[in-house]
């Protein structure tokens, strides 16, 4: 799911859990880890929004959450980061276990 400057609001007070991921087509490390995060994508479906933004599209976004370099993920809910950022990148299971500390 793209999250955009335009849309991200909508998605950050759903109530639901949001994992962001913070990336850009030219960056590698970001190619890597992208079936991770489409497959936590089909995995959690129903249960929490995950999503990327593109940094070079939504400035606003990434200036919000101080994002200085990618990939980085950050998990919202009701508008507010939960923990910290993971910059660089996470295994499936420790996003998963992420996504699952959030859910309860």
Same mark, same amino acid.
């Given at each position: 799911?793209? *999250?955009?400057?335009? +849309?991200y609001? /909508?998605?950050a ?6 994992? !962001? ?17 489409d497959?936590?994508a089909k995995?959690y479906e129903?249960?929490?929004? *995950?999503g990327?933004? +593109?940094i070079? /599209?939504?400035?606003?976004?990434c200036d919000?959450?101080? !994002? ?11 508008g507010?980061m939960?923990?910290?950022k ?10 998963a ?6 859910l309860?």
């Amino acid at each position: 799911m793209e *999250i955009t400057d335009a +849309n991200y609001a /909508e998605y950050a007070n759903s109530g639901q859990l949001v994992m !962001i991921d913070f990336w850009a087509p030219w960056c590698g490390p970001c190619r890597t880890i992208a079936p991770v995060i489409d497959e936590l994508a089909k995995e959690y479906e129903g249960k929490a929004i *995950i999503g990327k933004i +593109n940094i070079d /599209e939504s400035p606003e976004v990434c200036d919000e959450f101080g !994002i200085r370099s990618i990939p980085t993920i950050v998990f919202v809910k009701n508008g507010v980061m939960l923990g910290d950022k993971l910059v660089g990148g996470a295994s499936k299971s420790a996003l998963a276990s992420k996504i699952e500390m959030f859910l309860n």
